[in-house]
Protein backbone atom coordinates (compact mmCIF):
# COMPACT_ATOMS: atom_id res chain seq x y z
CA UNK A 1 0.00 0.00 0.00
CA UNK A 2 1.29 3.55 -0.51
CA UNK A 3 1.55 6.28 1.81
CA UNK A 4 0.60 9.57 1.75
CA UNK A 5 1.36 12.73 3.92
CA UNK A 6 -1.26 15.72 3.35
CA UNK A 7 -0.33 18.85 5.60
CA UNK A 8 -3.01 21.22 6.14
CA UNK A 9 -5.88 18.12 5.77
CA UNK A 10 -8.41 18.74 8.30
CA UNK A 11 -10.69 20.82 6.01
CA UNK A 12 -11.11 22.34 2.46
CA UNK A 13 -8.46 21.09 -0.32
CA UNK A 14 -6.78 19.11 2.46
CA UNK A 15 -9.33 17.24 3.11
CA UNK A 16 -10.89 16.19 -0.34
CA UNK A 17 -6.83 15.27 -1.38
CA UNK A 18 -7.05 13.21 1.92
CA UNK A 19 -10.20 11.83 1.35
CA UNK A 20 -9.52 11.07 -3.09
CA UNK A 21 -5.79 9.35 -1.96
CA UNK A 22 -7.60 7.30 0.70
CA UNK A 23 -10.44 6.25 -2.03
CA UNK A 24 -7.45 5.50 -4.51
CA UNK A 25 -6.12 2.73 -2.04
CA UNK A 26 -3.33 4.96 -0.46
CA UNK A 27 -2.69 5.33 3.37
CA UNK A 28 -3.25 9.18 4.45
CA UNK A 29 -1.66 10.54 7.77
CA UNK A 30 -3.57 13.62 8.00
CA UNK A 31 -2.05 16.53 9.73
CA UNK A 32 -3.27 19.68 11.26
CA UNK A 33 -3.15 22.03 14.22
CA UNK A 34 -7.14 21.52 14.90
CA UNK A 35 -7.55 18.23 16.29
CA UNK A 36 -11.22 17.96 15.80
CA UNK A 37 -11.11 18.87 12.41
CA UNK A 38 -8.37 15.99 11.42
CA UNK A 39 -10.58 13.44 13.36
CA UNK A 40 -13.33 14.26 11.02
CA UNK A 41 -11.55 13.87 8.22
CA UNK A 42 -10.19 10.96 9.40
CA UNK A 43 -13.56 9.19 10.14
CA UNK A 44 -15.07 10.14 7.03
CA UNK A 45 -12.07 8.28 5.16
CA UNK A 46 -13.14 4.99 7.59
CA UNK A 47 -16.11 5.63 6.76
CA UNK A 48 -15.92 5.06 3.25
CA UNK A 49 -13.29 1.84 3.91
CA UNK A 50 -9.86 4.35 3.78
CA UNK A 51 -6.78 4.16 5.81
CA UNK A 52 -6.00 7.84 7.85
CA UNK A 53 -3.98 8.38 10.37
CA UNK A 54 -4.95 11.97 12.54
CA UNK A 55 -1.53 13.58 13.16
CA UNK A 56 -1.65 17.31 15.15
CA UNK A 57 1.08 19.53 14.00
CA UNK A 58 2.30 22.86 13.41
CA UNK A 59 4.30 23.17 10.18
CA UNK A 60 6.50 25.70 11.16
CA UNK A 61 7.83 23.64 13.78
CA UNK A 62 10.39 21.42 12.82
CA UNK A 63 10.40 19.15 15.25
CA UNK A 64 6.61 18.88 15.37
CA UNK A 65 7.04 17.97 11.60
CA UNK A 66 9.54 15.44 12.57
CA UNK A 67 7.60 13.52 14.66
CA UNK A 68 5.02 13.60 12.30
CA UNK A 69 7.22 12.02 9.80
CA UNK A 70 8.24 9.28 11.70
CA UNK A 71 4.85 8.45 13.33
CA UNK A 72 3.72 8.51 9.35
CA UNK A 73 5.99 6.19 8.53
CA UNK A 74 4.48 3.13 10.90
CA UNK A 75 1.98 3.35 8.00
CA UNK A 76 5.24 2.37 5.40
CA UNK A 77 7.44 4.47 3.92
CA UNK A 78 6.05 7.80 2.67
CA UNK A 79 5.63 7.67 -0.94
CA UNK A 80 3.88 11.11 -1.28
CA UNK A 81 3.95 14.41 -0.03
CA UNK A 82 1.16 16.92 -0.29
CA UNK A 83 2.27 20.33 1.07
CA UNK A 84 -1.09 21.75 1.41
CA UNK A 85 -1.13 24.18 4.88
CA UNK A 86 -1.94 27.45 4.52
CA UNK A 87 -3.26 30.84 5.72
CA UNK A 88 -4.18 34.22 4.56
CA UNK A 89 -2.93 37.02 6.40
CA UNK A 90 -3.17 40.92 6.37
CA UNK A 91 -5.00 43.11 3.43
CA UNK A 92 -3.66 45.87 2.08
CA UNK A 93 -1.09 48.31 0.92
CA UNK A 94 2.53 47.10 2.23
CA UNK A 95 3.26 49.94 3.88
CA UNK A 96 -0.20 49.67 5.86
CA UNK A 97 0.31 46.22 7.21
CA UNK A 98 0.93 45.06 10.26
CA UNK A 99 4.90 43.69 9.76
CA UNK A 100 4.49 41.01 12.27
CA UNK A 101 1.68 39.46 10.66
CA UNK A 102 3.08 39.88 7.31
CA UNK A 103 5.78 37.59 7.47
CA UNK A 104 3.77 35.29 9.86
CA UNK A 105 1.67 34.31 6.99
CA UNK A 106 4.93 34.17 4.85
CA UNK A 107 6.43 31.66 7.47
CA UNK A 108 3.16 29.11 7.11
CA UNK A 109 3.10 29.10 3.48
CA UNK A 110 6.69 28.93 2.67
CA UNK A 111 8.35 27.64 5.98
CA UNK A 112 5.73 24.94 6.70
CA UNK A 113 6.44 23.51 3.15
CA UNK A 114 10.51 23.62 3.43
CA UNK A 115 9.78 21.94 7.13
CA UNK A 116 8.08 19.32 5.68
CA UNK A 117 10.06 18.76 3.00
CA UNK A 118 13.10 18.25 4.87
CA UNK A 119 11.59 15.88 6.89
CA UNK A 120 9.87 13.38 4.03
CA UNK A 121 13.39 13.92 2.00
CA UNK A 122 15.92 11.52 3.42
CA UNK A 123 13.42 8.71 3.20
CA UNK A 124 12.64 9.21 -0.66
CA UNK A 125 16.21 9.91 -1.22
CA UNK A 126 17.62 6.60 0.94
CA UNK A 127 15.04 4.69 -1.01
CA UNK A 128 15.41 6.27 -4.36
CA UNK A 129 11.70 7.59 -4.85
CA UNK A 130 8.86 10.18 -4.32
CA UNK A 131 6.61 12.41 -5.02
CA UNK A 132 6.22 15.89 -3.38
CA UNK A 133 3.23 18.50 -4.70
CA UNK A 134 3.29 21.90 -3.13
CA UNK A 135 0.12 23.93 -3.40
CA UNK A 136 1.35 27.38 -4.95
CA UNK A 137 -0.72 29.84 -7.15
CA UNK A 138 -1.20 32.13 -10.14
CA UNK A 139 -0.76 34.80 -7.12
CA UNK A 140 2.98 33.79 -6.95
CA UNK A 141 3.42 33.23 -10.85
CA UNK A 142 2.06 36.67 -11.29
CA UNK A 143 0.89 39.33 -8.91
CA UNK A 144 -2.14 39.56 -6.10
CA UNK A 145 -2.34 42.94 -5.04
CA UNK A 146 -3.01 44.06 -1.40
CA UNK A 147 -2.13 40.26 -0.76
CA UNK A 148 1.15 40.42 -1.03
CA UNK A 149 2.17 38.21 1.77
CA UNK A 150 0.51 35.31 -0.19
CA UNK A 151 1.89 35.93 -3.54
CA UNK A 152 5.46 36.69 -2.19
CA UNK A 153 5.17 33.51 0.04
CA UNK A 154 3.34 31.50 -3.17
CA UNK A 155 6.28 32.37 -5.59
CA UNK A 156 8.86 31.55 -3.09
CA UNK A 157 7.27 27.93 -3.07
CA UNK A 158 7.07 27.76 -6.81
CA UNK A 159 10.68 28.72 -7.37
CA UNK A 160 11.36 26.33 -4.18
CA UNK A 161 9.96 23.33 -6.07
CA UNK A 162 11.96 24.36 -9.27
CA UNK A 163 15.29 23.79 -6.87
CA UNK A 164 13.71 20.79 -5.07
CA UNK A 165 13.47 18.85 -8.50
CA UNK A 166 16.61 19.68 -9.69
CA UNK A 167 18.55 18.21 -6.73
CA UNK A 168 16.78 15.59 -6.55
CA UNK A 169 16.04 13.90 -9.55
CA UNK A 170 18.90 11.87 -9.83
CA UNK A 171 17.56 10.42 -6.62
CA UNK A 172 14.09 9.42 -8.22
CA UNK A 173 12.30 11.84 -6.46
CA UNK A 174 10.49 13.94 -8.21
CA UNK A 175 7.86 17.76 -7.30
CA UNK A 176 5.31 19.62 -8.64
CA UNK A 177 3.91 23.09 -7.91
CA UNK A 178 0.05 23.35 -8.84
CA UNK A 179 -2.32 26.06 -9.03
CA UNK A 180 -5.59 24.58 -7.45
CA UNK A 181 -8.09 27.24 -9.21
CA UNK A 182 -10.50 29.40 -7.24
CA UNK A 183 -12.15 26.14 -4.98
CA UNK A 184 -14.98 27.50 -2.62
CA UNK A 185 -13.31 26.01 -0.12
CA UNK A 186 -11.21 27.53 2.89
CA UNK A 187 -9.95 31.24 2.06
CA UNK A 188 -11.66 31.60 -1.04
CA UNK A 189 -15.25 30.66 1.06
CA UNK A 190 -14.10 33.20 3.93
CA UNK A 191 -13.94 35.90 1.16
CA UNK A 192 -17.26 35.05 -0.15
CA UNK A 193 -18.75 35.19 3.54
CA UNK A 194 -16.55 38.38 4.54
CA UNK A 195 -18.44 41.70 4.84
CA UNK A 196 -15.55 44.02 4.79
CA UNK A 197 -16.67 48.23 5.22
CA UNK A 198 -16.80 49.43 1.87
CA UNK A 199 -13.81 50.73 0.15
CA UNK A 200 -11.65 48.62 2.35
CA UNK A 201 -8.82 46.77 1.58
CA UNK A 202 -10.72 43.40 2.29
CA UNK A 203 -13.93 44.91 0.99
CA UNK A 204 -11.99 44.77 -2.77
CA UNK A 205 -10.66 41.37 -2.63
CA UNK A 206 -13.89 40.01 -1.57
CA UNK A 207 -15.32 41.21 -4.31
CA UNK A 208 -13.04 40.17 -6.89
CA UNK A 209 -13.13 36.85 -5.25
CA UNK A 210 -17.01 37.07 -5.91
CA UNK A 211 -16.87 38.23 -9.10
CA UNK A 212 -14.50 35.46 -10.10
CA UNK A 213 -17.42 32.73 -9.15
CA UNK A 214 -20.30 34.55 -10.42
CA UNK A 215 -18.12 34.66 -13.58
CA UNK A 216 -18.43 30.24 -13.25
CA UNK A 217 -14.59 30.61 -12.80
CA UNK A 218 -14.65 28.76 -9.58
CA UNK A 219 -13.14 24.99 -9.40
CA UNK A 220 -14.59 21.88 -8.45
CA UNK A 221 -12.39 20.06 -5.84
CA UNK A 222 -12.80 17.30 -8.30
CA UNK A 223 -10.40 18.92 -10.50
CA UNK A 224 -7.83 19.60 -8.08
CA UNK A 225 -7.77 16.03 -6.41
CA UNK A 226 -7.39 14.35 -10.02
CA UNK A 227 -4.87 16.37 -11.15
CA UNK A 228 -2.76 15.21 -7.41
CA UNK A 229 -3.62 11.75 -7.84
CA UNK A 230 -2.37 11.77 -11.88
CA UNK A 231 1.03 13.72 -10.29
CA UNK A 232 0.67 11.22 -7.74
CA UNK A 233 0.86 8.42 -10.12
CA UNK A 234 4.12 9.38 -11.62
CA UNK A 235 2.60 9.84 -15.22
CA UNK A 236 3.91 13.26 -14.82
CA UNK A 237 7.48 12.75 -13.80
CA UNK A 238 8.72 14.19 -16.76
CA UNK A 239 7.34 17.29 -15.51
CA UNK A 240 9.41 17.42 -12.50
CA UNK A 241 9.99 21.38 -11.38
CA UNK A 242 7.33 22.34 -13.56
CA UNK A 243 4.08 24.88 -12.00
CA UNK A 244 0.83 23.37 -13.58
CA UNK A 245 -2.19 24.60 -12.99
CA UNK A 246 -5.78 22.75 -12.64
CA UNK A 247 -6.61 24.56 -15.78
CA UNK A 248 -3.69 22.86 -18.01
CA UNK A 249 -3.75 20.58 -20.80
CA UNK A 250 -1.92 17.71 -18.79
CA UNK A 251 -1.50 15.37 -21.88
CA UNK A 252 -0.70 18.48 -24.06
CA UNK A 253 1.99 19.20 -21.72
CA UNK A 254 3.41 15.89 -21.89
CA UNK A 255 3.49 15.13 -25.03
CA UNK A 256 6.03 18.97 -24.92
CA UNK A 257 7.82 17.27 -22.29
CA UNK A 258 11.24 17.26 -24.19
CA UNK A 259 10.76 21.08 -25.43
CA UNK A 260 9.68 22.19 -22.09
CA UNK A 261 13.17 20.45 -20.55
CA UNK A 262 15.20 21.62 -22.53
CA UNK A 263 13.80 25.35 -22.59
CA UNK A 264 14.05 24.85 -18.90
CA UNK A 265 10.42 26.84 -18.80
CA UNK A 266 9.54 26.04 -15.11
CA UNK A 267 6.01 28.10 -15.73
CA UNK A 268 3.61 26.98 -17.76
CA UNK A 269 1.48 29.25 -19.26
CA UNK A 270 -2.04 28.44 -20.64
CA UNK A 271 -3.72 28.58 -23.87
Sequence with gaps: MRVALVTGGGRGIGRAVAQTLA??????????????ELEQTVSEI???GGTAMPIVAD???????????EKTRSLGPIDLLVNNAGVGGPIGPMWDTDPGSWWRAVEINLRGTFNSIHAVLP???DRRQGRIINMASDAGAYRWPLVSHYS????AVIKLTENLA??????GVAAFAIHPGLVRMGLTESSLRGEA??????????????RQVEEGLAVPPERVCELVVRLASGEADALSGRYITVHDDLQDLLARAETIRRSDSHLLRRR
Design 23 to 36: GEGVAVAVLSRTAS
Design 166 to 171: AETRRH
Design 152 to 155: VAKA
Design 59 to 69: VTRLAEVTHAV
Design 123 to 125: GMV
Design 46 to 48: ARA
Design 197 to 210: PDGSPEASVQSWVR
